[in-house]
């Protein structure tokens, strides 16, 4: 970079003249003169395989946004305050770039991200093998996290994206996607239909059985056996004018009746499994 250093007395004076009048060639020469520390810092991160090309412009998104929030009136060097901004424009882009899974959403699982390369090697050295279970179980309490996180931040830091639609084996007489052996939990479409078709019968058995039953003894098994939320025997008996145990009674009953007549229209008991 040819851009020279600032002195404190003249990097005061152009972030005065940004902050209270706008000046665009104050702007340039404060910002220009710290592109070094934009690049220093977005070196630190080209291990994650990003561009370093798009992590300086990322920097330098975090550099204006300093230059734009920086209060030159608190006596603090513009560099110690912009590397803030720079380090977390840098960060955002590599959480949002990385991977397709979207990852880091917490601060603990941010610096997770950002620090577990450094904190494994640091506690792998030496001669003796440490089981990664102890080196999981280290640095969750140095981060703030559970070993399960940093297992599965391992796991996603060993190895890159793939594809799902990318071929199984890489020839060309290959017609298989990894997709393609994906094990779907869904019934089969037959057993679907099946099941739809046995749940109609039921209710229509149901309604024809239910013509047995009085109106009481039908309204006391709709409210409490045929509704999402099942009323109470206290609120039904509340409603009906009567105790809560001759609801129970009642309710027994209806149910033997309805048993009954299920059981006498349809004996194959297979049938309601």
Same mark, same amino acid.
Do not use: C
């Given at each position: 970079?040819?851009?020279?250093?600032? /002195?404190?007395?003249?990097?005061h004076?152009?972030?005065?003249?940004?902050?209270?009048?706008?000046d665009?060639?104050?702007? *340039?020469?404060?910002?220009? +003169? *710290?592109?070094?520390?934009?690049?220093?810092?977005?070196?630190?991160?080209?291990?994650?395989?990003?561009?370093?090309?798009?992590?300086?412009?990322?920097?330098?998104?975090? =550099?204006?946004?300093?230059?734009?929030?920086? %209060?030159?009136?608190?006596?603090v060097?513009? +560099?110690?305050?912009?590397?803030?901004?720079?380090?977390?424009?840098i960060?955002?882009?590599? =959480? #949002?770039?990385?991977?397709?899974? #979207?990852?880091?959403?917490?601060?603990?699982?941010?610096?997770?991200?950002?620090? =577990?390369? #450094?904190?494994?090697?640091k506690?792998s050295?030496g001669?003796?093998?440490?089981?990664?279970?102890?080196?999981?179980?280290?640095?969750?309490?140095?981060?703030?996290?559970t070993?399960?996180?940093v297992?599965?931040m391992? $796991? #996603?830091? +060993?190895?890159?994206?793939t594809?799902?639609?990318?071929?199984?084996?890489?020839?060309?007489?290959?017609?298989?996607?990894?997709?393609?052996?994906?094990?779907?939990?869904m019934?089969?479409?037959?057993?679907?239909?099946?099941?739809?078709?046995?749940?109609?019968?039921?209710?229509?058995?149901?309604?024809?059985?239910?013509? $047995?039953?009085?109106?009481? %003894?039908?309204r006391?098994?709709?409210?409490r056996? =045929?509704?999402?939320?099942?009323?109470?025997?206290?609120?039904?008996? /509340?409603?009906?004018?009567?105790?809560?145990?001759?609801?129970?009674?009642?309710?027994?009953?209806?149910?033997?009746?309805?048993k009954?007549?299920?059981?006498?229209d *349809?004996?194959?008991?297979?049938?309601?499994?």
């Open positions: 970079m040819q851009a020279p250093y600032l /002195e404190r007395d003249e990097e004076d152009l972030a005065v003249r940004w902050r209270e009048v706008k665009q060639a104050a702007l *340039h020469r404060l910002t220009a +003169s *710290h592109m070094r520390l934009v690049i220093a810092l977005a070196a630190r991160f080209r291990h994650f395989g990003l561009p370093m090309s798009d992590l300086i412009q990322e920097g330098h998104v975090g =550099l204006l946004e300093a230059a734009a929030r920086f %209060e030159p009136d608190r006596e060097r513009f +560099s110690t305050y912009a590397t803030w901004w720079i380090r977390a424009s960060q955002d882009y590599i =959480l #949002r770039n990385w991977s397709i899974v #979207r990852g880091g959403t917490s601060s603990t699982q941010k610096a997770l991200f950002f620090n =577990l390369r #450094r904190l494994r090697a506690l050295q001669s003796v093998a440490v089981p990664n279970q102890q080196i999981y179980q280290q640095i969750a309490v140095a981060v703030g996290v070993a399960q996180d297992a599965l391992d $796991a #996603r830091l +060993s190895g890159s994206d594809s799902l639609n990318a071929p199984v084996h890489d020839t060309e007489s290959s017609t298989s996607d990894r997709q393609d052996f994906l094990v779907d939990e019934p089969l479409p037959d057993q679907m239909v099946g099941e739809v078709i046995d749940t109609e019968r039921r209710v229509t058995w149901l309604n024809e059985a239910m013509l $047995a039953l009085s109106d009481r %003894e039908a006391i098994v709709r409210e056996r =045929l509704r999402e939320e099942g009323a109470t025997l206290e609120s039904l008996g /509340e409603t009906l004018g009567i105790s809560k145990e001759r609801v129970r009674q009642i309710e027994s009953r209806a149910i033997e009746k309805l009954a007549a299920l059981l006498r *349809h004996p194959d008991r297979a049938t309601f499994v």
